[in-house]
C-alpha cells in the first residue's frame, strides 16, 4: 500500500486528493492496495479518493452482513461531512454499495461496481474445506484473475492466512449467507442512479452474465467489458479500467 492509513474516531481509511469523494468499497479478501492504480490516477483528475477499511472481521456475528456494512457506509460518509458520494465497489463492495444506494439514494451521486456480488453468490465463502492446503488456496486466488500470475505470493499468503484464521472464516461465511439473504434482483429496477458496469469478460466468480442481469435490472446504467479480464478489473487491467471509468464520468459531468 502506497498511501498512509488514517485513524480516526472508530474508522481507518485512506484520503488522497481533493474534490468530489470517490469511495471506494473493497471486497471480501480484497486489500485496500487492490486500489493503488485508481487511487493515483483519479487523485491527481480532481477527485478526493477515500478507501475506508470496512469491518468485515471486526463486527459481532450479528452484525456482520451487508445491511449492516452499508450503514457503517453511511455512519462514516456523515462522519466525514460528505454531501454527494460517488461509490466505486469490487465483488462484495459492490453489492454493499448498491445495498447503501437503496437505503440512502441522496447521498449517492453515481455508482460504480465491477466483479459485484448481489444477483451471484455461489461464489462467496464457499470451498475452503481444504483450507489448510496452501496449493488449493493458491489455485483459488489465481482463478479470481484471467492471468494467474497476477495472484503475487502475498496476495496468496494473505487468503490463506485469512481462511485459515478460524474468527475470520466463521465471519466469512456468515458474510456469503447475508450476500444471499440481501438478493438485490427486487430492488435494481427501483434505483435510478447513474450506475457504470466494468466487468471482466473471463471474470469466473461473478461471470459476464451477472454483468448482462445487473445491465438489464437496473434503469439508468451502461456496461463496459474488459477482455481477457477476471474478477478484480481494477488490478488487472488497471489503465483500462480508469479510462472507461474516467470517460464515463466526463460524459455524465461528474
Known amino acids: 500500500m502506497t498511501h498512509r492509513l488514517k485513524k480516526e474516531k472508530n474508522y481507518s481509511y485512506i484520503e488522497v486528493g481533493e474534490g468530489t469523494p470517490i469511495i471506494v468499497l473493497h471486497g471480501l479478501m480484497g486489500g485496500l492496495s487492490n486500489f493503488d492504480s485508481v487511487t493515483q490516477y483519479f487523485s ?143 430492488d435494481l429496477p427501483k434505483m435510478h442512479t447513474p450506475t457504470c458496469i466494468i466487468w471482466g469478460k473471463n471474470d469466473n466468480v461473478t461471470p459476464p452474465n451477472v454483468a448482462e442481469e445487473f445491465d438489464g435490472l437496473l434503469p439508468n446504467s451502461e456496461l463496459f467489458w474488459i477482455d481477457q479480464c477476471g474478477h478484480a478489473a481494477m488490478m488487472e487491467r488497471p489503465e483500462e479500467f480508469n479510462k472507461i471509468l474516467d470517460a464515463w464520468l466526463q460524459k455524465k459531468g461528474f
Do not use: C, W
Request: charged share 25%; glycine share 8%; aromatic share 10%.
Open 44 to 186: 491527481t483528475k480532481g477527485y478526493k479518493v477515500v478507501i475506508p477499511e470496512l469491518p468485515i472481521y471486526t463486527k459481532s456475528l450479528l452484525k456482520t452482513n451487508v445491511k449492516s456494512f452499508a450503514k457503517y457506509l453511511h455512519d462514516f460518509i456523515e462522519y466525514k461531512g460528505y454531501d454527494e458520494v460517488i461509490l466505486l465497489g469490487n465483488s462484495l463492495g459492490g453489492h454493499i454499495g448498491l445495498y447503501h444506494t437503496k437505503l440512502y439514494p441522496e447521498k449517492v451521486k453515481a455508482l460504480v461496481i465491477t466483479g459485484s456480488s448481489g444477483l451471484y453468490e455461489s461464489a462467496m465463502g464457499g470451498g475452503y474445506t481444504k483450507r489448510g492446503d496452501y496449493e488449493v488456496i493458491k489455485k483459488k486466488a489465481q482463478d479470481v484473475f484471467y492471468d494467474p500470475a497476477v495472484a503475487t505470493k502475498d496476495i496468496v499468503d494473505e487468503v490463506y492466512a485469512t481462511v485459515n484464521d478460524r474468527n475470520k472464516l466463521i465471519k466469512t461465511l456468515a458474510i456469503a449467507k447475508s450476500a444471499i439473504r440481501h438478493n438485490m434482483a427486487k
